[in-house]
């Protein structure tokens, strides 16, 4: 065992001052004290020396004095009286002073988990995994624990893949800063690209603006010398003519829309461009009535078919069953069922309720003997009904015959439905062609359907009907505005050849009118064209000169490779990390599958024996989840136990994981505070054995205020030390 705790000393640790505490054995120890005497106070001062005073927070009693400093001394001894050493803590900040040693290979939350007990606690095991992966990984020779190990890999690892932007290894960080690198690089070299083309533009625009200031001055003479033999009397028949065209068109479009509405017509019954829209709807509601009335008999064919094949098909089926000799031996059959079942019920019943009514009767329990009378009478009961179901006579012969011709009579019946039912049928779709008929829609025949669809047609004719008098009512007011402004023109026309004394010769003016708006368009065109190439002259100039002195596409270029060498450095880190994880993982895994077998094998001997023997296996299910085995071979899981069983299961894997880990934490003592108060007498007496065990491998300080549990650790374990507080 090596090193174990003597003595403590609380200089100043809540309401104690200079106490001293011990002497301790490196076995088996019972600090007795009644309440309020420092029990919980002594295994608060372990931790806190060990591992850094509680922190406050909320109500929580940290158990710092008044105008003091939490301070205190563990003195440790060698079993082989080798020397001794001390560890002592005042401050957090300061450490812990002295004999670090004993605490090098746990950390705090291994120590509240494992080494420090109470009877509240015992049931958090089944949330520290990566606590009994540090616990188990810590003997496994290396400097640090394996676990503590693969932890800070994890967090290593997690710089690498974090998006914060305070990580600086982030591969997912440098590569989108990557990915924006190199849109910006090729932002910036379509740019470049852009600015070639645009340099090579501006060199060929000035010709072509000297070119096209030369062609417009041209235009503008001739247009100028055109311009000042231009009449009146052009724009006066021209406007003659665009008045006569639309006049024409006019009455072309009213030709073609009455051919086209004739057309309609022909194509349409006569009968549906009679119905109006009020009509209509009437019509509609007949039929949705009609529609109702064919659906309920439809509905009715239906039912009545099918109830028809039913009872034919049971019928059938009735007259194909096998003859009176199958049915004897299938009645033969059934009596020895019932045979077998009379005796094996209550036997069962029996066997169970028998020794269930002894055992209630020796442990003295009202429910245990209650139950085995009721299961023993409930045999009774179902022996007695089973041998008068075995002697009761069959009627099952004339059961059948009675049962073959209640199904005929019922095919008869569902026949004639089924026959009555088509009947009416038929009667329904001839009255629905006669309705449909007397309503004008006798093209439908006895189809509703067909019946909506005249209908529907009906209300285009009506709507093509009205569309086609709006549209010859537009045409016609159109036209008749141009032939009244036709006339107007006409009489202009008049006037000014009157007043100019000129005659009209329209070839000469027709050619002037080209001519005059053909140069007039390359005028324009010419124009547009000069006042875009100065526009564009201008922009090349001042981008071109903006773009000389720019240095932002070397820079990108420098940039990205210098985050390209950042990123294949981060990569590389990253790689070399990964592998470490792996191997850290496949070792601790390695260790656990040589650990844990042993682990939940001494965990069933402990359980065993703190339950007498109720109580046989701990193990874990496929899935992960801790359950526990029964003499019966009955698994549960520890949420199905009783409050004092999964204590004694959760202190059976902690001694087990103590044990099994016996080189982690060798001078760290076993705090245990009233862990045995939730156990019956006989239990505790298993528990106190089990803990017996563990101080055999390791200092157990066991604190407690009931005499009868000092009394129980004393026969299990004859040479332990006693302590009174």
Same mark, same amino acid.
Request: hydrophobic share 40%.
């Given at each position: 065992?090596?090193?174990?705790?003597?003595?403590?000393?609380?200089?100043?640790?809540?309401?104690?001052?200079?106490?001293?505490?011990?002497?301790?054995?490196?076995?088996?120890?019972?600090?007795?004290?009644?309440?309020?005497?420092?029990?919980t106070?002594?295994?608060?001062?372990v931790?806190?020396?060990l591992?850094?005073?509680?922190?406050a927070?909320?109500?929580?009693?940290?158990?710092?004095?008044?105008?003091?400093?939490?301070?205190?001394?563990?003195?440790?001894?060698?079993?082989?009286?080798?020397?001794?050493?001390?560890?002592?803590?005042?401050?957090?900040?300061?450490?812990?002073?002295?004999?670090?040693?004993?605490a090098?290979?746990?950390?705090?939350?291994?120590?509240?988990?494992?080494?420090?007990?109470t009877?509240?606690?015992?049931?958090?095991?089944?949330?520290?995994t990566?606590v009994?992966?540090?616990?188990?990984?810590?003997?496994?020779?290396?400097?640090?624990?394996?676990?503590?190990?693969?932890?800070?890999?994890?967090?290593?690892?997690?710089?690498?893949?974090?998006?914060?932007?305070?990580?600086?290894?982030?591969?997912?960080?440098?590569?989108?800063?990557?990915?924006?690198?190199?849109?910006?690089?090729?932002?910036?070299?379509?740019?470049?690209?852009?600015?070639?083309?645009?340099?090579?533009?501006?060199?060929?625009l000035?010709?072509?603006?000297?070119?096209?200031?030369?062609?417009?001055g041209?235009?503008?003479?001739?247009?100028?010398?055109?311009?000042?033999?231009?009449?009146?009397?052009?724009?006066?028949?021209?406007?003659?003519?665009?008045?006569?065209?639309?006049?024409?068109?006019?009455r072309?479009?009213?030709?073609?829309?009455?051919?086209?509405?004739?057309?309609?017509?022909?194509?349409?019954p006569?009968?549906?461009a009679g119905?109006?829209?009020?009509?209509?709807?009437?019509?509609?509601?007949?039929?949705?009535?009609l529609?109702?009335?064919?659906?309920?008999?439809?509905?009715?064919v239906?039912?009545?078919?099918?109830?028809?094949?039913?009872?034919?098909?049971?019928?059938?089926?009735? #007259?194909?069953?096998?003859?009176?000799?199958?049915? @004897?031996?299938? !009645?033969?059959?059934? &009596? $020895?069922? =019932?045979?077998?079942? %009379?005796?094996?019920?209550?036997?069962?019943?029996?066997?169970?309720?028998?020794?269930?009514?002894?055992?209630?009767?020796?442990?003295?329990?009202?429910?245990?003997?209650?139950?085995?009378?009721?299961l023993v009478?409930?045999?009774?009961?179902?022996?007695?009904?089973?041998?008068?179901?075995?002697?009761?006579?069959?009627?099952?012969?004339?059961?059948?015959?009675?049962?073959?011709?209640?199904?005929?009579?019922?095919?008869?019946?569902?026949?004639?439905?089924?026959?009555?039912?088509l009947?009416?049928?038929?009667?329904?779709?001839?009255?629905?062609?006669?309705?449909?008929?007397?309503?004008?829609?006798?093209?439908?025949?006895d189809?509703?359907?067909?019946?909506?669809? #005249?209908?529907?047609?009906?209300?285009?004719?009506? @709507?093509?009907? !009205?569309?086609?008098? &709006? $549209?010859? =009512?537009?045409?016609? %007011?159109?036209?008749?505005?141009?032939?009244?402004?036709l006339?107007?023109?006409?009489?202009?026309?008049?006037?000014?050849?009157?007043?100019?004394?000129?005659?009209?010769?329209?070839g000469?003016?027709?050619?002037?009118?080209?001519?005059?708006?053909?140069?007039?368009?390359?005028r324009?065109?010419?124009?547009?064209?000069?006042?875009?190439?100065?526009?564009?002259?201008?922009?090349?100039?001042?981008?071109?000169s903006?773009?000389?002195?720019?240095?932002?596409?070397?820079?990108?270029?420098l940039?990205?490779?210098?985050?390209?060498?950042?990123?294949?450095?981060?990569?590389m880190?990253?790689?070399?990390?990964?592998?470490?994880?792996?191997?850290?993982?496949?070792?601790?895994?390695?260790?656990?599958?040589?650990?844990?077998?042993?682990?939940? !094998?001494?965990?069933?001997?402990?359980?065993?024996?703190?339950t007498?023997?109720?109580?046989?296996?701990?193990s874990?299910?496929?899935?992960?989840?801790?359950?526990?085995?029964?003499?019966?071979?009955?698994?549960?899981?520890?949420?199905?136990?009783?409050?004092?069983?999964?204590?004694?299961?959760?202190?059976?894997?902690?001694?087990?994981?103590?044990?099994?880990?016996?080189?982690?934490?060798?001078?760290?003592?076993?705090?245990?505070?009233?862990?045995?108060?939730?156990?019956?007498?006989?239990?505790?007496?298993?528990?106190?054995?089990?803990?017996?065990?563990?101080?055999?491998?390791?200092?157990?300080?066991?604190?407690?205020?009931?005499?009868?549990?000092?009394?129980?650790?004393?026969?299990?374990?004859?040479?332990?030390?006693?302590?009174?507080?």
């Amino acid at each position: 065992m090596g090193k174990y705790l003597e003595h403590i000393k609380m200089d100043a640790f809540g309401a104690f001052s200079n106490r001293l505490i011990g002497p301790f054995g490196p076995g088996m120890n019972v600090v007795f004290g009644r309440n309020e005497a420092g029990k919980t106070t002594f295994a608060q001062f372990v931790g806190g020396v060990l591992f850094g005073w509680e922190e406050a927070r909320g109500q929580r009693n940290t158990y710092k004095p008044d105008n003091a400093e939490r301070a205190g001394t563990l003195f440790f001894a060698n079993e082989d009286g080798s020397g001794d050493s001390r560890a002592s803590r005042i401050r957090n900040a300061d450490g812990l002073q002295g004999d670090t040693s004993v605490a090098d290979d746990i950390d705090r939350e291994t120590y509240h988990t494992m080494f420090s007990l109470t009877s509240d606690e015992l049931r958090q095991l089944r949330n520290t995994t990566d606590v009994t992966a540090k616990l188990l990984t810590a003997g496994s020779g290396t400097g640090a624990s394996p676990a503590h190990a693969l932890t800070a890999l994890q967090e290593s690892l997690a710089q690498f893949t974090s998006r914060a932007a305070a990580s600086e290894k982030s591969l997912v960080k440098l590569e989108s800063e990557q990915d924006e690198l190199r849109r910006r690089i090729a932002a910036e070299s379509d740019r470049v690209e852009r600015l070639k083309r645009e340099d090579r533009e501006f060199a060929e625009l000035k010709p072509q603006r000297d070119e096209l200031l030369a062609k417009i001055g041209d235009l503008n003479t001739a247009i100028e010398t055109l311009k000042a033999n231009r009449k009146t009397l052009e724009k006066t028949e021209a406007d003659e003519v665009e008045l006569q065209e639309k006049i024409a068109d006019l009455r072309a479009q009213e030709e073609s829309l009455r051919c086209e509405h004739r057309l309609a017509q022909r194509e349409h019954p006569e009968e549906l461009a009679g119905i109006t829209a009020t009509g209509e709807r009437h019509l509609r509601d007949r039929i949705e009535a009609l529609a109702v009335q064919e659906a309920k008999s439809e509905h009715a064919v239906d039912l009545a078919r099918d109830n028809y094949a039913t009872s034919r098909a049971a019928y059938e089926a009735m #007259l194909e069953t096998q003859d009176e000799q199958n049915e @004897a031996i299938r !009645a033969r059959r059934q &009596q $020895r069922v =019932q045979i077998g079942l %009379s005796v094996a019920l209550p036997v069962a019943f029996m066997f169970a309720g028998i020794p269930l009514f002894m055992h209630g009767r020796e442990i003295t329990s009202l429910s245990f003997t209650a139950l085995g009378f009721f299961l023993v009478l409930v045999a009774v009961v179902l022996a007695a009904a089973s041998l008068i179901m075995l002697f009761k006579p069959g009627r099952k012969g004339d059961e059948r015959a009675q049962r073959v011709q209640d199904r005929h009579w019922v095919m008869l019946q569902d026949k004639k439905k089924l026959e009555a039912c088509l009947a009416e049928q038929e009667q329904q779709r001839q009255a629905v062609q006669a309705e449909l008929a007397a309503m004008g829609l006798s093209e439908a025949k006895d189809s509703l359907r067909h019946a909506r669809a #005249l209908l529907d047609e009906a209300k285009d004719v009506r @709507a093509e009907n !009205a569309l086609y008098m &709006q $549209r010859k =009512q537009a045409l016609v %007011s159109r036209r008749t505005a141009l032939e009244e402004s036709l006339e107007k023109a006409r009489e202009m026309r008049e006037s000014l050849y009157a007043e100019i004394g000129m005659r009209r010769e329209r070839g000469t003016l027709e050619a002037v009118d080209a001519f005059i708006a053909r140069k007039t368009r390359q005028r324009e065109g010419l124009m547009e064209t000069s006042e875009h190439l100065n526009r564009r002259y201008g922009e090349l100039r001042q981008l071109l000169s903006q773009a000389k002195g720019e240095r932002s596409f070397d820079e990108l270029k420098l940039e990205a490779q210098q985050l390209k060498t950042r990123r294949d450095e981060a990569a590389m880190e990253f790689a070399k990390l990964l592998l470490a994880r792996h191997m850290l993982e496949a070792a601790i895994a390695s260790w656990e599958s040589k650990s844990q077998p042993e682990v939940y !094998a001494r965990a069933s001997e402990l359980l065993s024996l703190m339950t007498d023997g109720k109580w046989v296996k701990v193990s874990m299910s496929a899935d992960g989840r801790l359950q526990v085995t029964d003499a019966l071979r009955t698994v549960r899981e520890p949420v199905h136990l009783s409050l004092g069983t999964c204590q004694q299961l959760y202190l059976a894997l902690r001694i087990a994981l103590l044990v099994t880990a016996d080189n982690v934490g060798c001078a760290v003592p076993i705090i245990a505070d009233d862990i045995l108060v939730n156990f019956d007498s006989q239990r505790r007496a298993g528990a106190a054995k089990a803990l017996a065990q563990l101080a055999r491998h390791r200092q157990v300080i066991l604190l407690t205020c009931h005499e009868e549990i000092v009394e129980t650790m004393r026969v299990a374990d004859p040479g332990l030390t006693e302590v009174v507080l």
